[in-house]
């Protein structure tokens, strides 16, 4: 692994159903995001997590959760996905937590489609 | 609110200059980037400006103005493979970033 990687490269989900989406990162960077871009909006946060062991809610936290068991991985949930989750799911990591001041990283995205 | 303004859509020339703005109004400021994102892929990044003034790096520089909340990205040496959306983020006083909507960038020959 090089960088920072994602799964699955797109999905089409049916709603009400359970979907994880997988993110691992070989850098060792203590900070990990997951954003959502939509067409005409800016990237949002929807997770964050500043070091193995806690995260924390971005602008849009609702209907998603996370954890951060270890350092590499950063898994994003949707419990019961809706069709308004349809989107670009973006993973990224960064050298420092907390205070960011270091590039973030990121994955080559997830296409998720919810009918 | 916060909010981080672009151009939705610029046009420039092959080989010419093209000036990319932003403008910002944000709760607290520690710093502001700017990533390039070619379509159906990731961002990326290209600086990272804290202090006012111009940061020139190859045939991009980022240019900040703390006082007015206003930066931009200028580009010279247009090149198609400079066809790209230009995102401007900033970090506010929570350290999070705060992103802009993005400039498409459509470089003609």
């Known amino acids: 692994i090089a960088g920072i990687t994602q799964a699955p490269t797109s999905q089409i989900l049916a709603a009400g159903r359970r979907m994880t989406l997988r993110c691992t990162q070989d850098?060792?960077?203590?900070?990990m995001y997951w954003y959502r871009q939509d067409l005409g909006l800016g990237l949002r946060l929807i997770h964050y997590?500043?070091?193995?062991?806690?995260?924390g809610k971005g602008e849009v936290p609702d209907g998603y959760s996370v954890s951060r068991a270890n350092t590499d991985d950063f898994p994003l949930t949707l419990a019961s996905a809706v069709p308004s989750q349809t989107s670009v799911y973006f993973c990224?990591?960064?050298?420092?937590?907390?205070?960011?001041?270091?590039?973030?990283?990121f994955g080559p995205g997830t296409r998720l489609t919810v009918l | 609110g916060q909010n981080i303004d672009q151009p939705t859509e610029m046009t420039a020339t092959e080989g010419a200059i093209v000036q990319i703005n932003c403008t910002y109004q944000?709760?607290?400021?520690?710093?502001l980037f700017w990533y390039q994102q070619h379509a159906g892929e990731a961002p990326t990044f290209l600086s990272y400006?804290?202090l006012d003034g111009l940061e020139e790096k190859g045939r991009f520089s980022s240019f900040l103005s703390r006082s007015k909340g206003y930066s931009y990205l200028l580009l010279k040496e247009l090149q198609m493979k400079d066809s790209a959306s230009y995102l401007c983020?900033?970090?506010?006083?929570?350290?999070?970033?705060?992103w802009g909507a993005g400039t498409k960038l459509i470089i003609k020959p």
């Open positions: 944000t709760s607290g400021f520690n710093g």
């Open positions: 990224a990591s960064s050298d420092s937590g907390g205070l960011v001041t270091n590039e973030q990283f």
């Open positions: 997590s500043n070091t193995a062991g806690t995260t």
């Open positions: 983020a900033v970090l506010d006083s929570n350290y999070q970033l705060i």
């Open positions: 400006n804290v």
């Open positions: 850098m060792r960077h203590n900070a």
